[in-house]
């Protein structure tokens, strides 16, 4: 059974930071590709980050650009997010999927439950 888990969120007011971790097991296939996505109230689900399983490739939104970074640590997927904006507000996902999937929330087919982030301005 494939369990995707996320953790870190919280409440940080505006200009702070935050680091969300992943962790992935049960997947049939090798080094899955990783995303983090999110999704605010009324919103839909947006891609944040993704990364190939070596960190080869990776990409960010424009708007999460200088500001958030993923790495991965052992078998953890982290987001490392500074400079927090209260538009960053919403709740994220980590999802996985197989070596080249773009990074797109249609396109993953595995994800976890979330864990939401709040920013104060």
């Known amino acids: 059974q494939v369990q995707v888990a996320e953790s870190g969120g919280g409440l940080v007011q505006a200009g702070g930071s935050l680091r969300l971790s992943c962790t992935s097991s049960g997947l049939t296939f090798d080094n899955p590709e990783m995303g983090w996505f999110r999704q605010a109230p009324g919103k839909p689900r947006e891609g944040v980050s993704c990364m190939s399983w070596d960190g080869r490739r990776a990409y960010y939104a424009d708007y999460v650009k200088g500001r958030f970074a993923m790495f991965r640590d052992n078998n953890t997927l982290n987001l490392q997010m500074n400079s927090l904006k209260p538009e960053d507000t919403a709740m994220y996902y980590c999802?996985?999927?197989?070596?080249?999937?773009?990074?797109?929330?249609?396109?993953?087919?595995?994800w976890g439950q979330g864990t939401q982030v709040t920013v104060s301005s």
């Open positions: 999802a996985a999927d197989r070596p080249g999937t773009w990074c797109s929330p249609s396109q993953y087919k595995f």
